[in-house]
């Protein structure tokens, strides 16, 4: 089977966020996903896309279909040359206060998803990869 | 994209178009609070039916519409929220704790119809 074609939007802009996730919800219909599902994604990717703006400036979300053994799903890329995190564990804990500081919002992009993977590297940038499944 | 300010009598009505940006939601906030010193008015409607996706950014934002306008003396609704869009705020951990909210715009107006009567 050929690849599935890739969309990339390049992240500048707050006006990116919503190209990207505007996509992102675009293939997620094109893929079958549902509408609530498909809500779901276009807010991760608001999510991580929002982190590339704030923290690294510039970045790209990449978009593509994916297939396992038995099902379809999205993969989205979001990757960034920005300052990383350096503490990955800290940042992956829940952060919500009643201030309504929400930190990185990762914990809640790992709960919108599937799987989350995510690599960092002080001062080389981050990069988050997050699948979801088609059920 | 502006998002348009009606007035209806003593209430401010602002209707999302569809995605917002981060501009557009600033702008209505500091558009909003203008408004409501400038009219008098004594609450605000945010109808977000149309808006497609509410992250940490667009629901800080309306928590600090509310709490701005509250500071004046006003009320605030968020009224139309959907719900895919609810299911997606609560696994994001995101609330409106604080911000009065309705199903849509008829139930928002008279909840605050109901307020005033009993202030009145």
Same mark, same amino acid.
């Given at each position: 089977?050929?690849?599935?074609?890739?969309?990339?939007?390049?992240?500048?802009?707050?006006?990116?966020?919503?190209?990207?996730?505007?996509?992102?919800?675009?293939?997620?219909?094109?893929?079958?996903?549902?509408?609530?599902?498909?809500?779901?994604?276009?807010?991760?990717?608001?999510?991580?896309?929002?982190?590339?703006?704030?923290?690294?400036?510039?970045?790209?979300?990449?978009?593509?279909?994916?297939?396992?053994?038995?099902?379809?799903?999205?993969?989205?890329?979001?990757?960034?040359? @920005?300052? !990383?995190? +350096?503490?990955? /564990?800290?940042? $992956?804990?829940?952060?919500?206060? #009643? &201030?309504?500081?929400? @930190?990185? !919002?990762? +914990?809640?992009? /790992?709960?919108? $998803?599937?799987?989350?993977?995510? #690599? &960092?590297?002080?001062?080389?940038?981050?990069?988050?990869?997050?699948?979801?499944?088609?059920? | 994209?502006?998002?348009?300010?009606?007035?209806?009598?003593?209430?401010?009505?602002?209707?999302?178009?569809?995605?917002?940006?981060?501009?557009?939601?600033?702008?209505?906030?500091?558009?909003?609070?203008?408004?409501?010193?400038?009219?008098?008015?004594?609450?605000?409607?945010?109808?977000?039916?149309?808006?497609?996706?509410?992250?940490?950014?667009?629901?800080?934002?309306?928590?600090?519409?509310?709490?701005?306008?509250?500071?004046?003396?006003?009320?605030?609704?968020?009224?139309?929220?959907?719900?895919?869009?609810?299911?997606?705020?609560?696994?994001?951990?995101?609330?409106?704790?604080?911000?009065?909210?309705?199903?849509?715009?008829?139930?928002?107006?008279?909840?605050?119809?109901?307020?005033?009567?009993?202030?009145?």
């Amino acid at each position: 089977m050929a690849a599935a074609p890739e969309i990339q939007v390049a992240i500048y802009s707050d006006q990116d966020i919503v190209l990207a996730r505007q996509r992102g919800r675009t293939l997620a219909m094109e893929l079958g996903f549902s509408a609530g599902d498909a809500t779901l994604i276009a807010t991760a990717i608001s999510e991580l896309a929002r982190n590339i703006v704030t923290y690294a400036r510039r970045g790209a979300i990449r978009l593509r279909s994916i297939h396992g053994s038995s099902r379809k799903g999205i993969l989205v890329v979001a990757s960034d040359n @920005g300052p !990383g995190i +350096p503490d990955i /564990r800290q940042a $992956m804990r829940d952060g919500f206060s #009643t &201030s309504g500081s929400l @930190g990185l !919002g990762l +914990p809640g992009v /790992r709960r919108l $998803m599937d799987e989350f993977e995510i #690599t &960092s590297q002080p001062g080389q940038g981050t990069t988050v990869a997050v699948k979801k499944w088609k059920p | 994209m502006e998002v348009p300010i009606l007035k209806q009598g003593e209430v401010l009505i602002a209707t999302f178009q569809a995605a917002l940006s981060d501009a557009d939601l600033n702008q209505l906030r500091s558009g909003l609070v203008r408004q409501v010193v400038k009219l008098r008015s004594r609450a605000v409607i945010v109808d977000v039916t149309a808006m497609d996706v509410m992250d940490s950014f667009a629901s800080r934002t309306l928590r600090e519409i509310a709490h701005m306008i509250r500071l004046r003396g006003a009320e605030t609704v968020i009224v139309g929220i959907q719900p895919e869009v609810a299911f997606a705020m609560v696994q994001l951990g995101l609330t409106l704790e604080g911000v009065a909210t309705a199903l849509d715009l008829e139930e928002g107006l008279a909840y605050l119809t109901q307020k005033f009567k009993n202030i009145d």
